[in-house]
């Protein structure tokens, strides 16, 4: 019987690796994708780092709907753009130390030759500090000049266009295919 | 002897034609849970148009939510707690026809007839993103689901054709 949910490549960080992990030459064979991540970033003062996400290296139009509660506050943010390629949360550069956040990123009917989006469910957890944390969901809708399937996916702490972010060490990431049939 | 799959699709429906609403019905009862995966295409510009679902084609006020969700700069939650004719799952369409949005959508124990059936969604699109966590009333099986653009389940065909849905069954053992 085929394997209907597959594991297709994971990266475990021995070190902190800046610009993250980048899962390339992602195969044709399957419906739709599942990542599944426990992650911190090193972003400076912030106990909870945005996830950057990058499909298939284009530096195009993004457009995101972040939903997040921090603490007791909640907001929603996002917009288009070339800098609106945040989706989900991990642990930030100033969480405990060993504390990782952890998501799902949901990228379905991604042979498709039209639009691209994806989802995610995701949070930074709590820990002993009282520190401020996330939680969120999210959706990302990838540039329009994607017209074939995704065939790479980055995903890094935060950064910019010019300015990548870091995955700490210790951090997993497990990318899955998923069949239809 | 190769492992016993746990996690295999029941079925797969790319939607033909712009339509209001479909149903997937004579679902496998040989799993334990049940996981829904969509990509809705809007087939028209409806920016916060939602998207709504049936269980075994109950029409009665059989459904309750609890629902979080928002946009760009909007956010809100709303608790449904008169019962519907209909469980919305938050995967809200885009802003333009042809925009697309990505769903999941949990069945936990769905063959169980001890009681009523949990229903927890996600979805996304580029207008709006949100969770629902809703329940079906009813204590049989869940053999049928079906899915709308509108809540009386008439309307506008605003599910685009290429519109995919798969079903998966998933075995706890």
Known sequence: MANTYTLIQSYTLASDTANGVTFSNIPNTYTHLIINMSGRGTRSTYNSDDVRITINGSTGSYSNIRLYGTNNTSSADGGAGSGQTYLGVVAGGTATANVFGNGEWFFPNYLSSTLKNAYANSGSVESSNGALYQMGIGSLSAPTSITGAITSIKLEGYGSVSNNGTLTAGSTIYLYGLKST | ?173
Not at chain 2, 2 to 8: I, L, N
Not at chain 2, 152 to 169: C, D, E, L, R
């Open chain 2, 1 to 173: 002897m190769p492992a016993a799959q746990t996690f295999e699709p029941i079925v797969t429906y790319t939607v033909p034609s712009d339509t209001n609403s479909f149903s997937l019905n004579s679902l496998s009862q040989s799993y334990d849970h049940l996981l829904i995966m969509c990509n809705i295409k809007s087939a028209s510009s409806g920016a916060g148009l939602d998207y709504y679902m049936r269980v075994n084609g109950d029409t009665s006020g059989n459904y309750v939510a609890t629902r979080m969700g928002g946009g760009t700069s909007s956010k809100s939650t709303a608790r449904q707690t008169s019962g519907s004719s209909y469980q919305l799952f938050y995967c809200v369409a885009g802003s333009n026809a042809g925009d697309w949005t990505a769903g999941q959508i949990w069945i936990p124990y769905y063959t169980s007839t001890n009681g009523t059936k949990s229903i927890l969604t996600n979805g996304g699109s580029n207008a709006d993103a949100g969770k629902t966590s809703g329940n079906w009333g009813g204590t049989s099986a869940v053999n049928a689901v079906s899915f709308s653009s509108d809540a009386a389940f008439v309307g506008s065909a605003y599910i685009g054709a290429g519109s995919i849905f798969t079903i998966y069954g998933i075995k706890g053992a």
